[in-house]
């Protein structure tokens, strides 16, 4: 048996097993033992938790809490309007659109890790939402669409699935004349890296006119290891680039030093930061999101100037109508008829010209 493969067959997905790993407080027993949610993760994911502090980034990211009871902000249905599902366009359950030419597959509601924060929650978690995820549905639908260009294959987990399923989907899709690139969503290179295999990297190696991108999210550096830096290094020696997304959550990355140690450590195991999400307005995760302006001045404060530009991703919400930019200007401090002032990162100013049209 594979390695990954037996860490998917041990989740720790018990109380009996998360007790084996960490000393489990009787709130987290409680909401364990009380609440109707999937949870778990993997034995590996599971050991980076620290054992006695339930504060801990990772074990709240994993362990079910009461306060997903909680919920002022959340939007009621929040999938169907998030992913557009309620509208004159028919679609298969496995395609989420907020764009003319590029769309979400969605082909599994399976993780290897079951994120408390997934904005997905509805559908992954608390299994409220049931979609049907037929490939041959979605495969259609995108042959028939020519305008799609660009293919989100996502979850769930779509790492999940076997070698197999997982060839069978990107040669299917790179057999379709518009298709012009494939993007994966995977947790994997950092909640399970031993799925990157010999069999997997041999099947994302071929060289192909459509090209594979890979984004994963971590969102502490804790999460950042050595396992997960060499499936890194074997995905881009495979030719595919690895982005990172990472959410905006409160009491986990949203301090001056994490958010900086967080996307200096992405750079260091190669990894490119790509997107810091707000926290969506998804049901019962409330107790995650922070003022929508402090993802703004994390970047501010913890990235712009005090470390390198290719470790500053872009700050966005995403929504019905697509991801919106969340920057707001704090660099150009006033502008005149002849001249810009700028302020950078330490509080400094200088002017350059005001170019008309």
């Not at 012009?180 to 060289?207: A, C, N, Q, W």
Request: neutral net charge; aromatic residues 8%.
């Amino acid at each position: 048996m594979e390695e990954w493969v037996a860490q998917l067959q041990n989740s720790v997905n018990t109380l009996d097993r998360l007790k084996a790993v960490i000393n489990v407080t009787p709130e987290e027993e409680k909401a364990v033992s009380q609440l109707e949610t999937k949870w778990g993760t993997t034995p590996y994911f599971a050991s980076l938790m620290d054992p006695d502090d339930p504060a801990c980034p990772i074990r709240r990211q994993v362990i079910p809490s009461f306060k997903e009871k909680e919920n002022r902000y959340g939007m009621p249905n929040y999938l169907i309007w998030k992913e557009n599902r309620d509208t004159e366009e028919i679609r298969p359950d496995s395609i989420a659109r907020q764009y003319h030419d590029r769309i979400a597959f969605t082909v599994t509601d399976i993780c290897a890790n079951y994120c408390r924060h997934c904005f997905r929650k509805e559908l992954v978690v608390d299994r409220d939402l049931k979609l049907r995820f037929d490939f041959e549905e979605g495969l259609q639908w995108i042959k028939e669409h020519k305008e799609i260009r660009d293919i989100l294959i996502t979850g769930g987990d779509p790492f999940i699935l076997s070698d197999d399923k997982i060839e069978y989907l990107i040669t299917k899709l790179r057999e379709i004349p518009h298709v012009e690139m494939i993007r994966f969503g995977t947790r994997t290179p950092i909640v399970l890296p031993h799925r990157i295999t010999d069999g997997l990297k041999k099947i994302l190696s071929v060289y192909h006119r459509v090209p594979l991108w890979i984004n994963t999210q971590c969102n502490h550096p804790k999460e950042i290891t050595e396992k997960t830096a060499r499936a890194v290094y074997d995905l881009l020696a495979c030719g595919v680039n690895v982005g990172n997304q990472a959410v905006l959550l409160k009491g986990i990355n949203d301090d001056v030093e994490t958010f900086r140690e967080l996307h200096q450590k992405l750079l260091a195991v190669r990894i490119r930061p790509y997107y810091v999400f707000y926290c969506e307005p998804a049901p019962g995760i409330d107790h995650f999101r922070t003022p929508v302006e402090k993802g703004a001045e994390l970047i501010r404060d913890a990235l712009r100037g005090h470390t390198t530009g290719l470790a500053q991703p872009m700050y966005v919400i995403a929504t019905n109508i697509g991801k919106i930019p969340l920057m707001p200007d704090y660099y150009i401090v006033e502008k005149t008829a002849k001249e810009y002032k700028l302020k950078n990162y330490q509080g400094l100013c200088t002017s350059i010209p005001n170019i008309p049209e």
